[in-house]
């Protein structure tokens, strides 16, 4: 919302040296983020006066026309001289008082202005159009001055241009519509100033006529509960908008049309009413107000030829023909508080006019704007609610304005269709705004804030029951108020609307800063602290954390290699998604992962290592339909267990994907590719961070999808499956465009029971005993399972074992292979002998022999 101060102070007597700072810190105190303040007096720096034009002279010769003028700027140039000046525009003659801008000024757009030769002539300056000084898009000629302003040659232009002004834009929250008005701003800073006020919407109008002043019928009043309009015969077509007029528009960012439809949008602005303009000699017949049918369209001012929707509002023609079978009430006119249609529209040749200012459902017109995505200026306002005691005042002003400046007689008939519901009075104990802010407010004050705000502040509760007239409750008679809202706050419907309304007058800046206390607690849940302490442990070892999406695309189950009976591929369909490519929530977290380090591949890095935690959406196969809750009242037990049952599931999951190197090379030496092994020590790595010990963790071979069959691993805990890793598919990586040996991590976090309550270990200071020990066996026997046959024959004097090589040769023979493993030997309480060790040690494999069959390498 932009606007000049100079149009808020006809409303509000502002201080006369009210400072952009000063006015800066009033908006921000009551609300109202302000986005700039702009001082136009600043925006042309140097010299800009009055001038009078002495002579032209036409130069031949040149592509376009070219005048070179004498203008008489006084003494402003140091001379008294006439200025030379070379000149383009045609609209302007001997005698005019035109703008000028003078060497050592700059333009708006830091255009600096100079003497120079041009055309074969000295050209001292220059004059100005409306766009150089930035007070609008008209460039076709320069600003000549009215005959009647005021100002001889010299004298500064700024005042009579609108250069003198300030202009102020807001960014108005959703539920301050009536901010989007000179009315309302003026309003709000006679609250921040404590100056007086005068309310331009509640000023005299005459009522309804008995003579329509036009035929109108409302079918629809809950779509439109208040229609009036006003005629006007006998317009000025060629009457142009007043100066400050246009100005005033031009500095709200709206563009000059003509008369009757600058007169539409300057009261739109300055009261918050849209308003539309029909050309009565276009129209065939009455105006009928309904909503839309199947299959009727049109053709909006924008030049758009729109389909419209049942749920549409319209202004029809009832003397045409309906353009559907059923419709019954002509051709749609008017997209009704949205934007007007061309075959009714206001044209140079109008010369009857018809204002039409009605109040409209919200709803309604916020849902036909996003509809047909067309968000004009009357939508805006509308969607955030107009006030609907204005529609006669603002058709009496503007039939004022055109009788005014564009002549014109306005007929005696006035329309009024009034079907306003009177606003309902909201219950409200004055000790409430104190309580909950923490400011004592006494209830005078509660009461005196209220009313500044423009509600009526009735008794109480009980006695407006009683009685509805009841008169407005002195200072201290109670506590219990009734208080009904004024009509140009739809905003205030609760008790809580009207605290914080009591607050941001009496002032932000007066509410203590006070931390509320913490509540007695437990810190975190154990869950909680597991995923902390996984992030943590993966975040240490170079991952990089990623938090997409979890929307995917239906074909993600066929791209990943699903299977038509996979437990992932049924999914949960959102009824209203972001995107209509990704209507499905994730059932593994694989799949938006995976585009993440496609995303970053594409971007040109290289080497990468991301994780996620997060959950997972498991579809209940036999969940039926939500139960159908209301938001008057809290749900019931029962409810609310019948809605738990529809809620999928959802485990958290930790993934994990790399490709590229795990170590750079570098000038220390070659590096590492990311392979299926990281994928796994990374899953060893969660599950010692989720507090597992290694001696209840296993990993062994797995088929999943979509990894590659050979290159799998299952991660057990106490036998339970709960994740695999390994490389991926190459299918799945060529059909998701990753490079090959793509690695990658799955693991149900929830699925890994809780972690051992741990004791504190005892450390030994007695000397370890180092033994490595190297079995050949069967290459189908996996690496844990042989790790584990040598724990358990290692028996208690085993501290740590760690598997250090891993060979195969033509000596071993076909199927067999090599793995050496360094076993660390200690007690407690005494150095080991080597007997002892070694007893251990013979122990440990034998027990691998007998289960697996393992000899000694070299033996």
């Known amino acids: 919302m932009r606007v000049s101060l100079s149009w808020l102070r006809e409303y509000v007597d502002l201080p006369a040296e009210l400072g952009t700072a000063e006015l800066d810190a009033a908006l921000v105190g009551l609300g109202l983020e302000p986005e700039s303040i702009v001082d136009l007096r600043e925006t042309v720096a140097g010299p800009l006066v009055v001038g009078e034009v002495r002579q032209i002279e036409e130069l031949t010769g040149f592509k376009k026309p070219i005048r ?75 600003v000549v001055l009215p005959a009647e302003a005021p100002g001889k040659p010299g004298d500064d232009a700024r005042p009579l241009v609108g250069l003198d002004d300030v202009v102020i834009e807001v960014e108005v929250s959703p539920d301050r519509g009536y901010a989007l008005s000179v009315r309302g701003i003026a309003r709000e800073l006679s609250h921040a100033f404590d100056v007086p006020f005068r309310d331009p919407g509640l000023v005299p109008a005459p009522g309804a006529t008995a003579q329509p002043a036009y035929p109108i019928e409302v079918r ?174 603002a058709v009496d002003r503007a039939v004022a304005l055109l009788t005014t400046y564009g002549g014109g007689t306005a007929e005696p008939g006035i329309t009024d269709l009034n079907q306003v519901r009177p606003r309902t009075p909201i219950s409200l104990d004055a000790g409430l705004p104190g309580r909950r802010v923490g400011v004592d407010y006494p209830p005078a004050r509660v009461v005196a804030l209220l009313e500044r705000v423009g509600c009526q502040v009735a008794a109480g509760a009980d006695r407006l029951a009683e009685d509805p007239g009841s008169v407005t409750m002195a200072a201290g008679d109670g506590t219990a108020l009734a208080v009904t809202p004024p009509s140009w706050r739809p905003d205030l419907t609760d008790p809580v609307d009207l605290v914080e309304e009591v607050v941001r007058l009496d002032g932000y800046d007066k509410v203590p800063g006070v931390l509320p206390p913490a509540p007695p607690g437990r810190g975190l849940t154990a869950a909680q602290r597991r995923r902390r302490a996984v992030g943590r442990a993966l975040t240490g070892s170079g991952y990089v954390e990623v938090v997409p999406w979890p929307f995917v695309a239906p074909e993600l189950a066929d791209q990943l290699g699903l299977a038509a009976d996979d437990p992932r591929r049924p999914a949960v369909r959102l009824a209203n998604p972001l995107a209509d490519t990704a209507p499905l929530l994730r059932t593994s977290l694989l799949g938006p992962l995976l585009a993440a380090l496609r995303r970053n591949l594409g971007r040109g890095h290289r080497d990468l290592a991301l994780y996620e935690i997060g959950p997972v959406f498991l579809p209940r196969p036999d969940a039926g339909p939500p139960p159908a809750m209301g938001v008057r009242q809290r749900p019931s037990a029962d409810e609310f267990a019948a809605a738990d049952a529809v809620v999928p599931a959802q485990p958290r999951h930790v993934a994990v994907v790399l490709a590229g190197e795990i170590e750079p090379a570098g000038w220390w030496g070659a590096g590492r590719p990311a392979g299926w092994a990281d994928a796994v020590q990374a899953g060893r790595l969660v599950l010692e961070a989720a507090g597992i010990p290694a001696g209840r963790v296993t990993v062994r071979a797995g088929e999943q999808v979509p990894w590659h069959p050979g290159r799998c691993a299952q991660l057990l805990v106490d036998d339970r499956v709960v994740g695999y890793a390994g490389e991926l598919h190459p299918a799945v990586l060529a059909t998701m465009e990753l490079p090959r040996r793509t690695s990658a991590l799955e693991l149900d976090l929830d699925a890994v029971p809780p972690a051992p309550v741990r004791t504190a270990p005892r450390i030994s200071g007695y000397p370890p005993a180092l033994i490595d020990v190297a079995l050949v066996v069967a290459d189908t026997v996996a690496a844990a399972d042989l790790e584990r046959a ?70």
């Open 68 to 142: 070179f003028c004498l203008v008489d700027v006084g003494g402003a140039n140091g001379t008294g001289e006439p200025q030379e000046i070379v000149c383009g525009a045609r609209n302007f003659a001997v005698g005019d008082r035109v703008v000028v801008v003078l060497p050592g000024a700059v333009l708006p757009g830091g255009f600096a202005i100079g003497a120079r030769k041009t055309y074969g002539r000295n050209s001292n300056g220059m004059i100005c159009s409306a766009r150089e000084l930035g007070l609008g898009e008209d460039h076709t000629g320069i």
């Open 220 to 393: 629809d009043p809950v779509g439109c509960d208040r229609f009036a309009a006003r005629l006007v015969r006998g317009v000025d077509p060629a009457a142009p908008t007043p100066d400050w007029m246009a100005r005033r528009l031009t500095a709200a960012g709206i563009r000059t049309i003509s008369l009757p439809v600058d007169i539409t949008n300057y009261l739109m602005v300055e009261l918050g009413q849209p308003m539309h303009a029909f050309d009565v000699d276009r129209l065939a017949g009455a105006l009928v107000v309904r909503r839309a049918v199947t299959g009727e369209r049109i053709t909006t001012l924008d030049g758009v030829d729109r389909a419209l929707d049942p749920e549409d509002l319209v202004i029809c023609d009832a003397g045409l023909p309906d353009g559907i079978a059923g419709a019954g009430a002509g051709v749609p006119v008017s997209l009704a508080a949205v934007m007007g249609g061309e075959t009714s529209e206001v044209v140079p040749s109008t010369t009857d006019v018809l204002f039409e200012a009605a109040h409209w459902d919200p709803v309604t017109v916020s849902r036909t704007a996003r509809r047909h995505r067309l968000f004009s200026e009357a939508a805006k306002r509308w969607e955030r609610g107009v006030d609907p005691a204005l529609p006669l005042v």
């Open 790 to 859: 040598l724990i358990e024959g290692a028996g208690e004097l085993l501290e740590s074992i760690r598997l250090f090589d891993v060979y195969a040769s033509e000596q071993l023979g076909a199927g067999r292979r090599s793995l050496a493993y360094k076993l660390t030997f200690r007690a407690p309480d005494r150095t080991l002998t080597a007997e002892e060790a070694v007893a251990a040690r013979d122990a440990a494999v034998a027990e691998a022999t007998r289960r697996h069959g393992a000899t000694l390498r070299g033996a």
